[in-house]
């Protein structure tokens, strides 16, 4: 059975530092594609990071040079470290794992990020 598992969320005032982990059970990530989601109140869904097993890494244009998704050697837990916060980067962040071919997509149920002073 596979499961995403996040932790890491909290509240933060701005301008402030968060690490968000997913640790995965039933999957690797160096085989699954890794994502960190978030959904704003009112919003939807958006994609802030992803990291192919090959390593490429993309990134939200509003997070760029400020957060940083990487995943451990054994592919058991990924992370998103988040720097430099600010009130729109409050949000549920979801950790997603997916595959291609066969087609697999597993989500974690989610961690709340707060930034406010």
């Known amino acids: 059975q596979v499961q995403l598992v996040e932790s890491g969320g909290g509240l933060v005032q701005p301008g402030g530092s968060l690490r968000l982990s997913c640790a995965a059970s039933?999957?690797?990530?160096?085989?699954?594609?890794l994502s960190w989601y978030r959904q704003a109140p009112g919003k939807q869904r958006e994609l802030v990071a992803t990291?192919?097993?090959?390593?490429?890494?993309r990134y939200l244009d509003s997070v760029k040079g400020r957060f940083t998704i990487s995943r451990d050697i054994g592919g058991n837990t990924g992370g998103l470290q988040m720097h430099s916060l600010n009130v729109e980067d409050t949000a549920v962040y979801y950790c997603?794992?997916?595959?291609?071919?066969?087609?697999?997509?597993?989500w974690g149920q989610g961690t709340q990020v707060t930034v406010s002073s």
């Open positions: 990291i192919t097993p090959g390593g490429s890494v």
């Open positions: 997603n794992g997916k595959q291609f071919y066969p087609a697999r997509d597993y």
């Open positions: 039933g999957i690797s990530f160096n085989v699954y594609t």
